[in-house]
């Protein structure tokens, strides 16, 4: 992405940025819209785009473009609107810290170690992969394990095939993905192991990845044990019970010369952390008001970072309303204050945002931890409707619209997934 010379990096912005990944690049377009004028970007990498540079596949911007586009021109397509909204752009630089009244501490290897106050700030750093380590999987440490974005880097990126006889634990939708690459590219995929009795990835990815490919899905497995000493050899598996212990004596080995781990995202919350942002135990990520502010006044934060999504889309409708609520605290211009705070009840997970007002629309995106199916979505008993289905691997997105919550005057709001049947009985 173009970088800037050394004298034109203000000490003032309106509006800092942290990361530019599809949230960062939509939060620059919110806020330049909300009537920011001084706008900065700061990404660690050289280009602009965060995970969606690797994902080469198709199936970006169906909702938001109407369109299909692969991660690279889904990302080149919001460029190209920072570009015209004249936001500055800061390529390899790392945001070491963000203080309590603004203060963005910048390492970059053009400009130096920097310091840039803003009006507000949003951080999009997104989410790490979690590893190997984060599960402890018992056996030796060859080589040949890695986790399946960063193979995922390696086949699209630099043109590496990371092995040829390979098996994938976790259905996470990176994991799905790659197992379709990776037969494309010409190796074997001998199986994929998920400790849930349920795939954690998109139905669509499980079908178009898996089945179409005749990649046997294992559900209720998992590996118990690494073996080889150079280079990873084989794998042993086993189902689960109930409560997720192996069951030893029915396990098998699976012979395979790379283990893909695929368990799940964590938001990157290094920065929220350290500044004392209120962080939600089950996304991990910041608490959020309906215009994406953090605990911290004048911090937002958006896209990965507050809660791993399965499509960017979202991400990107989530973090255009987060730049415009930055926008807005810099110039002075901020909404009412929320009046609703919504509390995950009946089978649900997680409810982003935290809090919303029954004066605006809002989207609200919910995880569940249970699959039903048919269902009905209940925000207290104030408003409800049918849901085709849930899954806990699909992120529900519900419009919630001023006139569903007419009867209701603020306060806590607990919202349910329950069967049908039950809704109605
Ligand atoms: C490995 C991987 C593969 C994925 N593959 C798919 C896929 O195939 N299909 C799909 O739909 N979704 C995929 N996703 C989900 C995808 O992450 C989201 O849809 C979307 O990219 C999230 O956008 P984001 O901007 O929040 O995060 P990211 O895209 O992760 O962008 C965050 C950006 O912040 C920057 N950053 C972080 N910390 C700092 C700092 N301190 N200073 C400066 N810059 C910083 C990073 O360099 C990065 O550019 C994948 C995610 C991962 C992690």
Redesign the pocket.
């Known amino acids: 992405m173009p970088d800037l010379r050394p004298w034109d990096l203000r000490s003032r912005y309106d509006v800092v940025i942290?990361?530019?990944?599809?949230?960062?690049l939509a939060a620059a377009v919110g806020a330049r819209e909300a009537g920011a004028e001084h706008v900065l970007v700061?990404?660690?990498?050289h280009e602009?785009?965060?995970?969606?540079q690797?994902?080469i596949?198709h199936?970006?911007g169906l909702h938001h473009f109407k369109e299909e586009l692969t991660?690279p021109s889904y990302a080149q397509r919001y460029l190209e609107q920072v570009l015209e909204h004249d936001v500055d752009l800061l390529p390899d630089?790392?945001?070491?810290d963000v203080d309590p009244s603004r203060r963005v501490s910048i390492l970059s290897g053009r400009h130096g170690l920097r310091e840039v106050d803003a009006g507000a700030v949003v951080l999009?750093?997104?989410?790490?992969?979690r590893t190997r380590e984060a599960i402890r999987i018992p056996g030796s440490r060859p080589s040949g394990v890695m986790?399946?974005?960063f193979a995922?880097?390696l086949v699209n990126l630099a043109g590496y095939l990371p092995g040829k006889r390979v098996a994938i634990l976790g259905s996470g939708?990176?994991g799905l993905?790659m197992a379709r690459r990776l037969v494309l590219e010409g190796a074997e995929v001998v199986g994929v192991y998920e400790l849930m009795p349920h795939a954690n990835g998109l139905t669509r990815n499980v079908v178009q990845c898996l089945h179409d490919f005749d990649i046997p899905l294992h559900l209720s497995t998992t590996v118990v044990r690494i073996h080889g000493s150079e280079r990873i050899e084989k794998v042993t598996v086993a189902p689960v019970d109930e409560q997720f212990r192996p069951k030893l004596d029915e396990a098998w080995d699976v012979d395979c010369d790379t283990l893909l781990v695929s368990i799940g995202?964590i938001p990157?919350n290094?920065?929220a952390r350290s500044l004392g942002v209120r962080l939600d135990p089950v996304t991990t990520g910041p608490i959020v008001t309906s215009r994406m502010e953090t605990s911290r006044d004048g911090v937002f934060a958006?896209?990965?970072?507050v809660h791993?999504?399965?499509?960017?889309d979202w991400?990107s409708q989530e973090?255009q309303l987060a730049g415009a609520g930055a926008g807005a605290a810099a110039v002075g211009t901020r909404a009412s204050p929320d009046n609703v705070r919504l509390i995950p009840g009946t089978n649900v997970r997680s409810c982003v945002p935290h809090t919303i007002t029954t004066e605006r629309e809002h989207t609200v995106y919910l995880r569940v931890t249970t699959s039903i199916a048919p269902c009905t979505l209940r925000f207290g008993d104030v408003y409800e409707r049918p849901l085709r289905y849930v899954v806990p691997g699909e992120m529900v997105t519900v419009k919630v619209r001023p006139r569903f919550l007419q009867d209701f005057h603020g306060g806590n709001l607990t919202v349910h997934v329950v069967p049908r049947e039950e809704a109605t009985a």
């Open positions: 942290v990361g530019a990944g599809p949230a960062g700061v990404d660690r990498e602009a785009g965060g995970i969606l690797q994902c596949h199936g970006f991660g630089s790392y945001v070491l999009a750093m997104g989410a790490r992969e986790t399946a974005g995922q880097k939708d990176i993905i995202l990157d290094e920065l958006c896209g990965n970072t791993i999504h399965d499509l960017v991400v973090s």
